[in-house]
């Protein structure tokens, strides 16, 4: 992990929160139009790109015919879009069913405000840190950001005056409030450790590892918060994919159940505007994940050790391949796993994700104070092992519990049919397939006879 501050820029180049606030107007309205091109640019790439590998996932060309290598597919269809036809249905509250796209949409531009992504370069003589603004709490303005874009898929259910979109609706907010708590709860202990909320000073917490001593050799902690908070990254990893309602959390649109969820009843320009919130969102996850865990814009080992890695623009290149593999993430997901029961994406939520946040918070806060007074490194590696090993413990005796419960079910099952055996009893209680009144046999004199059925009591049986 020593090479891992070969490439790193100099002190002047490292933006902090005093770097903001002073670019003139037109600096800041060129960052405002390059993240809204970029967001618009990569939700136009990503659809591609999702409809390319998941094809390529399953034998079959993609698109293919608009634009080479059908790259101009995904704009075709958002100009398609808006010129749809704009059916409202008839008893919808029109003030909240207009206003719903916009309001999941916009706090998907706002969160991309405070993401770094890169340091601080020359721009016609203006020094400036390569983001639009910071602020000493920028990662809490991402969650509430997010939180207020679940407002607009309630309000579209709301709105719709129909039980599917209610459904999905209700569904979101339960999905949103779920894993809403363990994400806030997996970003604790990156707090923890970078000693701010800010998202510059998060990347400058993960320049190089610090050193200590163990066993008379001199070691280098990782310097990225996957490697050192793993159990954070792997917690935000699953709540990202919930936040962002795809595949295998895609409950709220789940079109097996609720036809299309909180949208059903939408079209034209405010369907592709919760289609356009929706691809955003993904970006801005994979942007934060990529600051808080992956050291933001900074090269990755080997090639961190070129000192003019993290100089200049070549930072922004490594921010984007680094969100580019977040993003390929999702499509992999969604080609892959299928849909979860509703019942099992609470109880992933409330009894595993929660749970474990909270207990590796904990962990965390301790070893940090028993850290700054002063204790040896062995002391966290052998407390280490041993929660290792308790928790391995804890898995076995669940995993015991439910093969328990399993050979129990399989066993009633096995009763049941044995049960059922009897020639007096079927497996499933059907009807006979030729009474006799078909044929009209039992029926009082005087009724007429069945249609279909001939004189010599045999029935002709149609083609309808």
Known sequence: MTGLAAGSPPASNIPTLASFGHNPWWITAIFVVIIFLFLMLSTLFMIWAER?????MQQRPGPNRAGKFGLLQSLMDGIKLPLKEDIVPRNVDKILFV????????PAFISFAVIPWGPIVSIAGHHTPLQLSDLPVAVLLILA?????VYGIVLA?????????????????????SYEIAMGLAFVPVFLYAGSLSTSQIVASQVHGSSFHFFGYIWHWPSWYAILLLPSFLIYIVTMVGETNRLPFDLPEGEGEIVGGYNTEYSSLKYALFYLAEYINMTTVSALATTLFLGGWRAPWPISVWAGANSGWWPVLWFL?????????FIWLRGSLPRIRYDQLMRLGWKVLIPAALVWTLIVATARVYRQQGASPAVYIVAGLIIVALLTMLWRWESAGQQRERDAAEAAEAREASASQRPEAAAFPTPPLDLPHYHGIGLASGEPVLA?????GTKEVGGA
């Open 52 to 56: 390319k590998v998941i094809a390529r």
């Open 99 to 106: 206003i719903a796209p916009a309001v999941s949409a916009i």
């Open 145 to 149: 950001m997010s939180s207020m874009g």
């Open 157 to 177: 259910g709301w709105s719709s005056r129909s039980p599917y979109p209610l459904l999905g609706g209700l569904r979101s907010s339960a999905q949103v409030i």
């Open 321 to 329: 391949a680094k969100v580019a593999c977040f993003e390929f993430f």
């Open 452 to 456: 279909g059925v001939a004189e010599d």
